[in-house]
């Protein structure tokens, strides 16, 4: 009969940010440490809070499969001796599996006849393999970091402190260092006392929830969900939509009670990305704002207990949450007094890396980049470029970026608006750090995406120049991020630039500097490492790989016209026209990928069909050109569709590879004709 | 519950739990870690169990005076319980209820909080202990010091008192701490912190602060070579606040940051490298089961 399994790994508050990975893994691991143990059955759940990891087994078999056991031993010919008997060879084998020889079976194994031992091998009772399989699941478990501890050598996210492993009401003896398994468990760390006696996997669900553990973690997440909400909408708002924090907190709390406290609406006066960054990031407290996205003066916590002691705890939460606003005031009302001027001027103590200057050479550098940019593209006034290009890395010098550097450019525009910059200047100040990771906002003002690009070409041209690269999974200056943005902006905001120049100039910018790498090397380089994160974003927007090839092949420096090429033969692709189209270019290509010419002698050309051939397709060449000119793809095409029956009939009636060179030479030069004309828009020879 | 008394109260606590109670060190640091009977005595085989306050100096922490949650210097209360008992969660939650914080009462969290010190080579994993929000303790199971591993490992319980004494006494600023009665925090120490400031940030001899550095730096090591342990580890502090007091007068950039770290560091490993030798030398005096003495003493390496 079927018993269902417990296993519980007791153990000092894991860090939560462990959690989701230790228990899709302690799952997996189960399954296949079970199967490998030929134990099977019929469901696994895993469940964790920061005190345990749990395993549960349903209907688990009470035997092992049995299992047949084949050993192959010497080849049959060695086996026998010339006489026919048992050769020494064989009948050691024999003993050596314990069998008699003539128990053994000859079997074919790579076109040879060996002796086998085959035996059946009955299944154990589980209770004797579980202690071994156990401790094997537990074993197998790793961590970001991990830990010893007391006189172990084990190691693990934090220490193990009980082991509970019961199959059916039956203890599973194991043991992990000085931990001996039992069949108990502890309740909540504060509002349950010692070692809970357990009688099985039913029993132990029951014990936790009395002693305020809610298991689940799926469960737990829902009414932390849910209570964040009520506390808010009864404070007449609603929370921060933020899905990690709500995480986090699932895992530092086994029984959750949500309060919701208020600090004194004067806090307000200090920007809202201040407060929530200092609630969230330092308390792990839900910001809570009105109907209209205004930020409240109050917070939504989550206490790990009953609602008993909720008095105290919003009263002690509160007075921390003031000391810190009151620290974030002090920055702000610091900052503000601060002249910005002279702030960018003391970034020349700040050094931005050893070998490309401070900070403060980065500015100069970022403001003639920008101007050369904004010139190329315009669409901007100079004097905004300027400006913004000068203050975007005075923040770095504030007391509040100091204490919270994710906030950097976002204190930028708050500090420029205070002191009366233009608005597409505050507004660049924070749009020059844009996208920060996959997925983020794009800077929207013309200046936000000239200073944007300006920064990140910089960046990536500098590091480039001396000879700094990623490698593998190292890239400490983000250097990927980089590019990921340069390639974002160009593919959805087209602000038309042309990298090679911006790069290039970006290049001669540092010329105070010591380089490694020659000019055309790191354009080269760069451009090369931009395109790569812009094959990467195509790839995760769902383009197949073969089109993208195929476009990178005939077109490889502008992006922004990539992604409307790979759509368009994407579309393409998809369409009806596709077979008849492929099957123009196949023929005509089959041939003619060897010969490089297309010329044509007209005057040797002699049947209908090539002659006509050649028509059409020079009739048709301006037209196509014409709509790749307009970059309208799909339309150059399906124009290209239109040359199948003249195909058709040229391969009926011809044969290219004629003996007469110059007739074959002008029959190859008009396939190359077509050949070059499709791959006009995109190598077709690349799709698949 | 005044200042004087928490102390008090702790120190009654762990004096019962086994621990010896020991008094600060009397040279500058930047906290109990850096006390020996925490830096030398978490090295090595031998158990060991101390708890002391100690004296805590941040020369870049220093507001002049005027924000009532900083401070230049300010106090730890110190415990080391090596190897890391069992129960020691358990042990750390009834010292509050002798402070007289409830657990019950609170909400009392382990939030995930490794701790490493760059200039002793030192780390290990634990947790911030939070009440009711704020952090009042550092839990650290030692893993590495001095860039030795620890074995066995011991846990370091660090509270921080004036956070404690704010919450229990109710106070918003540390100044107005009731250290004894009748006298506050800022009776003991606010002048300090104003004059310290002004030193730190504004008058410390950048030039004679660097050539103190390598005069110490260079004493260290030399002393070290005469395996002369404790008064070679003297000058790793000393070297170790110097860094501290160039950073304050932000007369120590990026890349020299790290030069000055990693020559501390080095120091703190030649000292911890002639602590353990000199531990065997003596034949482990602190173990008491006489055939893992035997047994380690036998082992090539301490």
């Not at chain 1, 233009?422 to 507004?427: A, D, F, Q, S």
């Not at chain 2, 415990?79 to 019950?104: A, H, M, T």
């Not at chain 2, 531990?279 to 082992?299: C, V």
Request: net charge negative.
């Amino acid at each position: 009969m079927a018993k269902d399994l417990l296993l519980e790994i007791g153990v000092e508050e894991i860090p939560s940010a462990y959690m989701p990975k230790a228990i899709a893994d302690l799952k997996d691991n189960a399954a296949l440490k079970l199967s490998q143990a030929r134990l099977s059955c019929h469901s696994i759940n895993c469940f964790g809070t920061a005190r345990r990891l749990a395993l549960i087994v349903n209907g688990l078999d009470e035997y092992q499969a049995d299992a047949v056991i084949e050993n192959r031993g010497p080849k049959k010919a060695a086996a026998f001796d010339a006489e026919g008997n048992p050769s020494k060879a064989g009948i050691g084998f024999a003993r050596s599996q314990g069998m008699e020889f003539t128990s053994l079976e000859i079997r074919e194994y790579a076109g040879t006849e060996y002796m086998y031992a085959v035996r059946k091998e009955k299944g154990a009772a589980s209770v004797q393999v579980l202690p071994e399989v156990l401790k094997e699941i537990i074993q197998s478990l790793s961590f970001p970091k991990s830990m010893r501890w007391g006189y172990n050598q084990f190691r693990f996210a934090r220490p193990i402190r009980w082991l509970a492993a019961i199959y059916g009401n039956q203890l599973i003896d194991l043991k992990i260092e000085n931990i001996v398994s039992g069949m108990h468990t502890m309740g909540h760390r504060f509002l349950s006392d010692g070692m809970i006696e357990i009688k099985n996997v039913a029993d132990y669900r029951e014990k936790l929830q009395k002693h305020y553990v809610i298991l689940n973690q799926q469960e737990r997440k829902a009414i932390i969900s849910r209570q964040i909400k009520a506390e808010a909408a009864a404070a007449g708002g609603e929370p921060m939509d933020n899905e990690e924090l709500l995480d986090e907190i699932t895992y530092l709390v086994e029984y959750p009670t949500a309060f919701y406290g208020s600090f004194d609406p004067s806090y307000l006066e200090v920007p809202s990305e201040v407060l929530t960054t200092s609630m969230i990031e330092h308390q792990r407290y839900f910001p809570v704002f009105d109907q209209a996205g205004k930020l409240l003066p109050g917070f939504i916590g989550v206490n790990n207990g009953t609602a008993s002691n909720i008095d105290v705890v919003r009263a002690g939460n509160e007075r921390v949450l003031k000391a810190r606003l009151e620290d974030a005031l002090f920055f702000w009302k610091e900052d503000l007094k601060k002249d910005w001027d002279q702030v960018v001027e003391k970034l020349d103590s700040v050094l931005f890396h050893e070998r490309l200057g401070t900070v403060r050479d980065k500015v100069t550098r970022l403001q003639k980049n920008a101007a050369a940019i904004a010139k190329q593209i315009g669409g901007v006034e100079m004097t905004i470029i300027d400006r913004a290009a000068f203050l975007c890395k005075a923040d770095l010098l504030s007391s509040m970026v100091y204490e919270f550097p994710e906030l950097q450019g976002i204190m930028g525009r708050y500090y420029a608006i205070e002191t009366g910059e233009r608005e597409e200047v505050c507004n660049a100040i924070y749009e020059h750090y844009l996208p920060r990771f996959a997925g983020d906002e794009l800077p929207s003002s013309r200046a936000g995406i000239v200073l944007s690009l300006a920064e990140k070409i910089d960046h990536l041209t500098s590091f480039f120049a001396i000879g700094i690269k990623p490698s593998g999974s190292q890239d400490p200056y983000a250097l990927r991020r980089q590019a990921m943005g340069i390639a974002t902006i160009i593919l959805d905001e087209r602000p038309g630039i042309d990298l090679m120049t911006a790069i290039g100039n970006a290049y001669d910018n540092l010329s105070a500097l010591k380089l490694d790498r020659s000019r055309d090397e790191v354009i080269t380089e760069t451009i090369d490492f931009i395109r790569q994160r812009l094959r990467s974003i195509l790839t995760e927007r769902g383009y197949s790989y073969d089109v993208i090839d195929a476009v990178f092949a005939a077109q490889a420096n502008d992006f922004a016209d990539m992604e409307q090429r790979i759509k368009s033969v994407t579309e393409f692709k998809n369409s009806t026209e596709m077979e008849d189209f492929m099957v123009v270019y196949n023929r005509a290509n089959n041939l003619s990928k060897s010969w490089s010419s297309d010329e044509v002698n007209k005057e040797v050309l002699q049947e209908d069909t090539e002659i006509r051939l050649l028509e059409a397709v020079t009739g048709l060449m301006p037209q196509v050109k014409n709509s790749i000119q307009q970059k309208e793809y799909t339309a150059a095409l399906r124009k290209i569709v239109e040359l199948r029956p003249y195909v058709d009939a040229f391969f009926d009636q011809v044969m290219v590879m004629t003996p007469d060179p110059q007739l074959k030479a002008s029959r190859l030069a008009i396939l190359k004709m077509i050949a070059n004309m499709c791959n006009l828009t995109a190598d077709f020879s690349k799709i698949v | 519950m005044n200042f004087q008394e928490i102390i008090l109260k702790l120190q009654e606590y762990w004096g019962q739990q086994g621990c010896v109670i020991q008094q600060p060190y009397d040279l500058e640091k930047g906290a109990g870690t850096m006390n020996p009977a925490t830096f030398l005595r978490a090295l090595g085989p031998e158990p060991w169990k101390v708890a002391y306050v100690e004296p805590s100096r941040r020369p870049t922490d220093g507001r002049y005076g005027e924000n009532p949650n900083r401070l230049q210097h300010y106090y730890q209360f110190q415990v080391i319980l090596k190897p890391s008992p069992d129960d020691v969660i358990d042990l750390y939650l009834n010292s509050l209820k002798k402070i007289g914080i409830n657990p019950q009462e609170h909400d009392i969290r382990l939030v995930e909080d490794n701790w490493e010190s760059p200039t002793l080579g030192a780390w290990g994993l634990g947790w911030e202990i939070w009440l009711d929000g704020m952090e009042i303790t550092q839990f650290t199971y030692f893993q590495q010091c001095g860039s030795y591993d620890c074995f066995p490992v011991c846990a370091e319980i660090t509270y921080g008192l004036e956070r404690i004494a704010m919450y229990i006494q109710n106070k918003e600023s540390v100044y107005d701490i009731e250290w004894a009665d009748g006298i506050t925090y800022a009776d003991v120490h606010h002048q300090t912190e104003v004059d310290y400031s002004r030193y730190n940030f504004e008058l410390a001899d950048v030039q004679a602060l660097a050539a103190m550095f390598s005069i110490c730096e260079k004493e260290a090591l030399q002393v070290a070579e005469n395996n002369l342990v404790q008064p070679a580890y003297d000058y790793v502090l000393k070297c170790s606040h110097l860094f501290n007091l160039l950073d304050a007068r932000a007369a120590i950039s990026v890349t020299e940051r790290t030069g000055y770290i990693l020559r501390v560091r080095n120091l703190a490993r030649v000292v911890a490298g002639k602590y353990l030798e000199q531990r065997k030398s003596l034949g482990f005096p602190l173990i008491k089961d006489e055939a893992l003495r035997r047994q380690l003493l036998e082992e090539k390496e301490a």
